[in-house]
């Protein structure tokens, strides 16, 4: 990572989590992740209960990198086990 920041900011405007893609209100607290990784830059903007769920599987797959793909699938496999 050539640079990387976050904080957590209260919304004066609407953003979609980068994560679940619902929206963030105005007012919410959320956290704002910018930054250039493999020479690409990003700027992601997160529901703080979202921030963590990224942090349990990061933690869990002991790696850093994550697509909301993968958390969807880690989430399936680990709490719906009888869904349909």
Known sequence: MEF???????ARKEHRCALCRAKIHVGEK???????Y???????????????????????QKDNEWEAGWIEEWLIDKYCDNCE
Do not use: M, P, V
Not at 4 to 10: L, M, Q, V
Not at 30 to 36: A, D, I, P
């Open 4 to 10: 990387y920041t976050e904080n957590i900011h209260s």
């Open 30 to 36: 959320y956290l704002r992740r910018s930054g250039k």
């Open 38 to 60: 493999q020479g690409d830059f990003f700027d992601d903007c997160l529901h703080l209960h979202c921030n963590k769920i990224i942090a349990k599987f990061c933690k869990e």
